[in-house]
């Protein structure tokens, strides 16, 4: 009787320490489900920019957080104001990605080809230039085919509105408000007519704006899907998601280039180019936006 107590209590004890690692075993599962759950959301919200390959060279889209900012043309903030620039106006865009750097040489000829390269300077890490509108266009149809597969859920390549240009331009919901993209020192943060040499540089050779985007003052313009329209500010009634459809004899620039001086470089200034001309100081950066803009 003694002998049977002690294996039945045995048999009891084994029971109970088997039923405890079990609960134990689960417990740690599920911990550790939970932490992973919780990790990676927090990781992707950080760590939002993409980096996609083309025939094996990388092009960097920085994620550019949606918001509400002030764009256009203020005295406190850009010191001169120009009729095109004015008035100043509230608007409000829906999340986007935009190029890191202005698309280089090296990346327009691993989408267009190894023997196309238009650029008056030649160099893999310099800005191509010497690309019209259409060119820019036909760069990013071929660019949405190449990669379709691997893009953002509801997401095309595109040439940046001139709002999300201006809004990523001024840092997005983390803008400084300065004068220029990245500073008000002109020399720290751009190529310009003072320090170019009158010719292109290597991108990402100069200070960063408060997204971690180059260039965007200074170096080439680069143009944008707008229309332009001198007086689109002052007669547009629509801030959310803007884009100037009404067709023009002129695209919109931005960013000022090497061959301009300081006031051409400000975040503010507008201007204007023909979408079948080609310029020696005008290049261009793409976007990736949602697919109903």
Not at 202 to 219: C, H, P, Q, Y
Request: net charge neutral; glycine share 8%.
């Amino acid at each position: 009787m003694f002998y049977n107590n002690n294996y039945y209590i045995s048999k009891t004890v084994m029971k109970n320490i088997s039923n405890i690692k079990w609960n134990v075993a689960v417990l740690g599962l599920f911990v550790l489900i939970a932490s992973c759950v919780g990790k990676l959301p927090a990781q992707t919200q950080v760590t939002g920019n993409r980096i996609f390959h083309v025939n094996n060279v990388p092009i960097k889209m920085v994620f550019v957080k949606g918001g509400n900012l002030q764009l256009g043309c203020t005295s406190e903030r850009d010191d001169s104001c120009r009729t095109a620039e004015v008035p100043s106006h509230s608007v409000t865009l829906a999340d986007f990605y935009i190029g890191e750097t202005e698309i280089t040489q090296a990346q327009w000829m691993a989408v267009m080809g190894r023997d196309n390269n238009p650029s008056y300077w030649k160099g893999n890490l310099l800005p191509v230039e010497r690309v019209s509108w259409e060119e820019c266009r036909r760069f990013i149809i071929r660019l949405n085919k190449y990669l379709a597969e691997e893009l953002p859920e509801g997401y095309r390549f595109a040439l940046p509105s001139e709002a999300q240009w201006e809004y990523a331009a001024r840092g997005g919901m983390k803008s400084a408000g300065t004068r220029y993209s990245g500073g008000n020192n002109l020399a720290q943060i751009a190529w310009n007519y003072d320090n170019s040499n009158q010719r292109t540089h290597d991108v990402r050779t100069k200070s960063a704006n408060e997204l971690g985007i180059f260039d965007m003052s200074g170096n080439v313009w680069e143009w944008c899907e707008d229309w332009y329209d001198e007086s689109f500010y002052s007669t547009n009634t629509e801030w959310d998601n803007p884009l100037n459809v009404q067709e023009g004899s002129y695209r919109v620039q931005r960013g000022g280039s090497w061959s301009y001086s300081a006031p051409y470089n400000r975040c503010a200034y507008r201007d204007r180019g023909s979408i079948h001309s080609r310029y020696e100081d005008c290049g261009f950066r793409i976007a990736l936006v949602p697919k109903s803009n």
